[in-house]
């Protein structure tokens, strides 16, 4: 399956890029993409561990199970108001 | 009906407070959030508030329905804005409307404490020196991951 991910403000920066597509293997979670794209080396292996993700517009923990087509972002810790 | 919008526009407070208050109401509660010209002593020149637009726009409807909820109203608009602000500018504003002051100011309240905890935007301040930051924010509480 695939999955696009999204970054944003310092993870942005860090890795150089807005946007990614990641394969990942069926019954693939939260967790499996993480891995995946610190695997990448370089700025992502930077990426810092203190950050939320959303699948899909909502926040997710680490096993929850991702589904082609996915829309996966890596959030910073926020700073709206 | 509740009301909410993320827009890279200007913001008027009073348009904001004109979309609530009904005949029933006895109070309403306006808050307004603007770029500030110093952060912990040093000077500051502007802001850039960068968002997840999408996600950020679900999110703050979620926000303004609980707040309703909570308040026993439905008379609840909030919006944020997103993109290059200067000093003095207004990043958000927050109004309620109720029969009584009390829930409107708690309702209010409860909309800025949740867009600072879970509302995916991001401010980088631009400092007088020329220097820039993305300022330290909230970690989400839902889907926290911090050990991978």
Redesign the interface.
């Known amino acids: 399956m695939k999955v696009t991910v999204?970054l944003?403000?310092?993870h942005r920066e860090l890795v150089g890029q807005a946007n990614t597509v990641a394969a990942l293997p069926e019954g693939a979670t939260?967790?499996t993409l993480?891995?995946e794209l610190?695997s990448r080396g370089g700025g992502w292996a930077r990426l810092p561990?203190?950050?939320?993700?959303?699948v899909n517009?909502?926040?997710?923990?680490?096993d929850?199970m991702l589904a082609d087509g996915d829309e996966v972002?890596l959030?910073?810790?926020?700073?709206?108001? | 009906m509740t009301w909410s919008d993320v827009t890279t526009g200007p913001i008027d407070p009073a348009a904001v407070l004109k979309r609530v208050g009904e005949p029933r109401d006895g109070a309403a509660a306006l808050f307004v959030?603007m770029v500030r010209n110093s952060n912990e002593g040093r000077p500051v020149d502007g802001m850039e508030?960068?968002?997840?637009r999408?996600?950020?726009r679900?999110?703050l409807a979620a926000i303004a329905a609980e707040a309703a909820q909570q308040a026993g109203s439905d008379r609840v608009a909030v919006v944020?804005r997103l993109g290059e602000l200067a000093v003095g500018e207004v990043?958000?504003a927050i109004a309620v409307s109720s029969p009584h002051r009390a829930e409107a100011f708690r309702a209010a309240r409860y909309v800025?404490e949740e867009?600072?905890?879970?509302?995916?935007?991001?401010?980088?301040e631009r400092y007088l020196d020329g220097e820039q930051a993305?300022?330290?924010?909230?970690?989400?509480v839902?889907?926290?991951?911090?050990?991978?």
């Open positions: 999204l944003f403000a310092a939260v967790e993480l891995s610190k561990a203190r950050a939320a993700v959303a517009h909502k926040y997710a923990g680490g929850t972002a959030i910073p810790p926020v700073a709206g108001g | 959030g508030y960068e968002g997840y999408d996600m950020a679900d999110q944020h990043s958000v800025i867009i600072k905890k879970r509302l995916p935007i991001w401010k980088r993305w300022l330290e924010g909230h970690l989400p839902t889907g926290v991951k911090d050990n991978r």
